[in-house]
């Protein structure tokens, strides 16, 4: 039933968390300051699905480490500069399924967006799907699958830390009437505490912020909300907090 930018995708999904339980803002609006907590529910079968998905999301979480400490070097910063807002990391896996579409032409398997993390690391099988948007002419363009290979997306909270040095690129997920695809994105998330602005050592007066902070736990509930449910306004975007 999950929705992106209040249209229904075509694909089944099942998430779960890296940090169990994991704590979260229990509501999206502000002044409320109640936590909840988010806890895996894991099927019966397939059997060992649990303990595969908690071994290859800890080999995820390393490798995440690895890549966002790279970045921080590419930006001039402390090869540690952003392991600070991890510490409860929400962080999450989901298994992506589009299942054989009889109209592919009036659907979507995901509709175009920006991821709203950090990073995501993406796994996907040997069926094409995935398309970004080249920013010099709007045109979509296939991201054609390479064999035990991931792709890394930069999600838009890196976009917010760099103060738009990085930038998150809009893609979407296309569908086809003979073939299911798969594919495994990892999403990199903060703590719900995190309050995420552009990061001092990237601004001057001459470089001011570009956006002003807001706090990732209400961003991620808010968007979790607008993911089940079609909602009448557009669902929150980093935009919103542009200076």
Known sequence: MEHTKNVRDWKEVFDCTVQEPMPVAASPEDGEEAITEWINQWPEYPPGLREACEEYAQELKKLAYKLIRLIAQSLGLPANRFD?????????????????????????????????????????????????????????????????????????????????????VEHRVMVNSKKERFSIPFFFNPSHYTMVQPLKELTDEHNPPKYRAYKWGKFLVNRARSNLKKLDVENLQIYHFRL
């Open 84 to 168: 600070e807002f991890y510490k409860d990391q929400t962080s999450f896996i989901r298994l992506n399924h589009y299942p054989p579409c009889p109209v592919p032409h009036l659907a979507l398997g995901l509709g175009r967006h920006k991821d709203s993390g950090a990073l995501t690391i993406l796994a996907q099988d040997d069926v094409e799907g995935l398309q970004v948007k080249k920013k010099s002419d709007g045109e979509w363009i296939v991201v054609k699958p390479i064999p035990d290979a991931f792709i890394i997306n930069v999600g838009s909270i890196m976009q917010v830390w760099s103060n738009d040095i990085y930038e998150s």
